[in-house]
C-alpha cells in the first residue's frame, strides 16, 4: 500500500539532514537498507493506529531530550543478584568505572568501532533482529534506529557467563 503523500513529504523532510554513521561496508549495507524500510513505512504519525496515544512527533526530533537522573531513595531492584557492573556516563560505556570482564566471558566493544571494523560475527548480526521483528507491524523508529545507531555497545558472549 503506497504511503499519503503527507506521510512521505513529513518523512523525507525529517530524513533530509539525517546521514547514518560511516563504518564498514557491511554496516553501510545495513543502515542503507534500513533507511529504505523507514522510508517506505514512513516515520509514525498520531493518525497511525499503534500510535495514536502518542506523542511520535517527539521521538523523530533532532534534539535528544536529557534523561532524569536516579533519584537516591529508590529502592534497588538487583542488590541480591551477583552481576557485573557496567558503566555509562552520558550514553557512553566507561570501561574504568565498571567491573573488569578479563576472564569473565564477556567482551564489550562500543558499537562505533565494531561497526567501523570488517568483524565478521558483527555483520552478519546487526539489524537482524530488527529486520525479522517488520512482520506482522510496521516498526519504523526500529529502523531508524538501525540506520543511524552510532552510540551503545555490543556485548558479545564468548563463553559460559557465571555472574
Known amino acids: 500500500m503506497a504511503l499519503p503523500q503527507a506521510k512521505l513529504d513529513a518523512t523525507e523532510a525529517r530524513l533530509a539532514g539525517v546521514r547514518a554513521p ?4 557491511w554496516a553501510e549495507t545495513a543502515r542503507a537498507r534500513a533507511l529504505t524500510r523507514v ?6 504519525a498520531r493518525r497511525d493506529e499503534y500510535w495514536k ?3 511520535p512527533d517527539t521521538l523523530v526530533t533532532p534534539d535528544t531530550p536529557e534523561a532524569a537522573l536516579p533519584v537516591d531513595d529508590e529502592i534497588p531492584l538487583f542488590d541480591d543478584v551477583d ?3 557496567l558503566v555509562f556516563v552520558d550514553g557512553v560505556f566507561d570501561a574504568d568505572a ?3 570482564l578479563k576472564g569473565v566471558g564477556l567482551t564489550v566493544e562500543r558499537l562505533a568501532d ?4 570488517d568483524i565478521h560475527w558483527a555483520g552478519t548480526l546487526y539489524g537482524a533482529l530488527e529486520t525479522r521483528g517488520q512482520s506482522h507491524i510496521e516498526r519504523p523508529l526500529a529502523a531508524l534506529n538501525t ?3 552510532d552510540h551503545g555497545v ?3 558472549a564468548t563463553a559460559k557467563v557465571e555472574r
Open 22 to 25: 560511516a563504518g564498514a561496508a
Open 39 to 44: 522510508r517506505s513505512m514512513g516515520l509514525p
Open 53 to 55: 496515544y502518542t506523542r
Open 83 to 85: 552481576g557485573l557492573r
Open 98 to 100: 565498571s567491573d573488569p
Open 114 to 117: 565494531v561497526t567501523r571494523n
Open 147 to 149: 540506520a543511524l545507531a
Open 154 to 156: 555490543v556485548i558479545r
